[in-house]
């Protein structure tokens, strides 16, 4: 099986990380174009903070949600994500997990995973788990066999006590390990999922690598993640001001370099992966998170921010520029979703 992941590692693509202390960010750009016999050339350009060059950077992210989750879970449930809502529509508390589950479903359509019994995934790996909201969800709609993966500890233990209540013990599993080193063989699973967690990842074509070496031959790969805006031809990078926002965001939720949907594009061409269709929801999420908002302010909202901790607090004090960056037309919320070749 070793050489299906030789197959997806060209050795002509190369990623240059320039740190610099001062700053999250500077936007990925990819070019991929043909050079000699067809071969593809990836070039980055990125400023991130030390901590995203080292440990440090997960240290951070498993902390976070070591922290976060129960207050998340107590107010919001189980699925640690946005929902899927009509554009212009407002967002009312008590439709937060039905739109959550449009979400998977809305994913699952527009990657067109088959319920036909035949076809139906029957191994799924999700990476960047949470709780296990959509572990469960997927493995009961399939009768699949899930595995779960979060840098959280506490996210982790949570995830198996849920599954083991529902009854699914036997169907999901769930473990703290690395989305950019997973704990898996070659070619192990029919559906490979990624619910808004490509954004934690500092190395994006090394991401998209693992989850392409993971699936196996015809297999779909699902990556539903914040993006950046797409540059213009004539932008070599976001504005200042656009980048002094996303490092706001970056410093309080422990993300490293953003990129743009065309970039994963690009990363899954140089990856020969096939079927690549991406699509941008921001205006179907657009009301999500004003709801979380006034879920904060909530009573049951407010004791529980207040009890979890300054990192969740941090992360709640810079919800409202999730707002502005999305009214800005600079954060988009992106689909990507292709196949491994037979």
Known sequence: MSTLLHSYTPPSVSLRLRPRPSRCLRPLRFQV????????RAQAATEVTEAATSEGLKKGIAEFYDESSGVWESVWGDHMHHGFYEPDTAASLSDHRPAQIRMIEEALSFAGVSDDPMKKPKTIVDVGCGIGGSSRYLAKKYGAQCRGITLSPIQAQRAQELAAAEGLADKVSFQVADALQQPFPDGEFDLVWSMESGEHMPDKMKFVSELARVAAPG???????WCHRDLSPSEDSLKPDEIALLNKICDAYYLPAWCSASDYVNIAKSLSLENIKTADWSDNVAPFWP??????FTWQGFTSLLRSGWKTIRGALVMPLMIEGYKKNLIKFAVITCTKPN
């Open 33 to 40: 174009g043909r050079m000699g016999n067809s071969v593809v």
């Open 219 to 225: 297999a779909t790969i699902i990556i539903v993640t």
């Open 291 to 296: 709801a979380v908002i006034r879920s904060a």
